[in-house]
């Protein structure tokens, strides 16, 4: 069983930078696209980025595109969300996710962390 766990998150200003980290345990995910996810109060979960096997393949959703990289250390099982230039819209619950299928598509995750909150005030 696959178990994901995402760190990283905090409140921080506006402008400010963070990085998420969401660790597997129980398989390696190198055959896997990771997804990063986002969900406000009251609003639907949103695509933010993905990265699939190869790490050169990466898409973003156009809101955080230059702001936003993300990357996977394969040997630590290990994706990575670095966020900068921070805007209060972040503001959200971050998730990562695990799926076979390289997509924008949160239905095409199957594997699912808790969640980390990100906070940025104005």
């Known amino acids: 069983q696959v178990q994901l766990v995402e760190s990283g998150g905090g409140l921080v200003q506006a402008g400010d930078s963070l990085r998420l980290s969401c660790a597997a345990s129980g398989r390696t995910l190198s055959n896997y696209a990771m997804g990063w996810f986002r969900q406000a109060p009251g609003k639907d979960r949103e695509f933010v980025a993905v990265?699939?096997?190869?790490?050169?393949?990466?898409n973003y959703v156009d809101s955080v595109k230059g702001r936003f990289t993300i990357s996977r250390d394969n040997a630590k099982n290990t994706v990575y969300l670095q966020m900068n230039s921070l805007k209060p819209e972040d503001t959200a619950v971050y998730y990562c996710?695990?799926?076979?299928?390289?997509?924008?598509?949160?239905?095409?995750?199957?594997?699912w962390g808790q969640g980390t909150q990100v906070t940025v005030s104005s």
């Open positions: 996710a695990a799926s076979v299928r390289y997509s924008r598509d949160y239905t095409a995750y199957n594997i």
């Open positions: 990265i699939a096997s190869n790490p050169d393949v990466k």
